[in-house]
């Protein structure tokens, strides 16, 4: 997808370790979230971004931390990994605070 | 607590039929709607959206039909084709000072058969 990049695009991992998600955009968009994808659940909100240090939590926060150092780059930490968050991970951008977002094409994680 | 409830799960159209899929949602904070398109091992990607002045909005052969007072909007594929084969989902959000955090709905897989 143009001007945003996730990765790595797949991981496995073993349950208690980290591992940290990347998500970086060319498009200097000032909005970035994590969402993670299951079948029956939709897209829910893990984490957001409205700027540089600015972050905020969003429903389904628990087990999930995030940095935002830079513009471009908005990270998505399992601090310790399980199984429940074997999961598609999707960082999307937005440009303004009323418009639509761009998606990353996903991070497909699995905790073995 | 799932604030915009889509339905059907899943639906099969024959081609040039018409798709229809429904979602509800509970906040009357919402002012922003808009439907994803997405396909296999794919990100959603913005398909069409409206906002609770008007009560449809046309592109192509997409359409979204809103009705406010029933806190419902409608998706309507016409003259489905096998490439709309996908799966859609609904969505909602209200400004915030953080942003314009969307709420989903659980999606609707669509295929279309020939």
């Known amino acids: 997808d143009a001007g945003i990049t996730q990765s790595p695009r797949h991981k496995v991992t073993e349950t208690g370790t980290p591992v940290t998600l990347r998500c970086h955009q060319t498009?200097?968009?000032?909005?970035m979230y994590w969402y993670r994808q299951d079948p029956g659940h939709g897209l829910r909100l893990i984490h957001y971004?409205?700027?540089?240090?600015?972050?905020d939590k969003g429903e389904v926060s628990d087990g999930y931390s995030v940095s935002r150092s830079k513009t471009e780059d908005f990270l998505l930490t399992l601090e310790s990994a399980t199984s429940s968050q074997t999961s598609v991970y999707f960082c999307?951008?937005?440009?303004?605070?009323?418009?639509?977002?761009?998606f990353g094409s996903g991070t497909r994680l699995t905790v073995v | 607590q799932q604030q915009v409830k889509q339905s059907p799960q899943s639906l099969i159209v024959q081609k040039g039929g018409i798709s229809i899929i429904n979602c509800a949602y509970e906040n009357t904070a919402f002012d922003y709607f808009p439907w994803y398109q997405q396909f296999p091992g794919k990100g959603p990607a913005l398909l069409i959206a409206i906002r609770p002045d008007v009560s449809e909005k046309k592109e192509g052969r997409f359409t979204i039909s809103f009705n406010k007072s029933a806190k419902q909007f409608s998706l309507h594929i016409m003259d489905s084709q096998p490439g709309d084969s996908a799966t859609y989902f609904c969505?909602?959000?209200?400004?915030?000072?953080?942003?314009?955090?969307?709420?989903f709905g659980t999606g609707t897989q669509l295929k279309v058969e020939l």
């Open positions: 971004s409205y700027g540089v240090k600015d972050t």
């Open positions: 999307a951008i937005s440009e303004s605070v009323s418009g639509g977002y761009t």
């Open positions: 498009e200097n968009h000032r909005y």
């Open positions: 969505a909602a959000s209200g400004l915030t000072g953080g942003g314009n955090k969307l709420t």
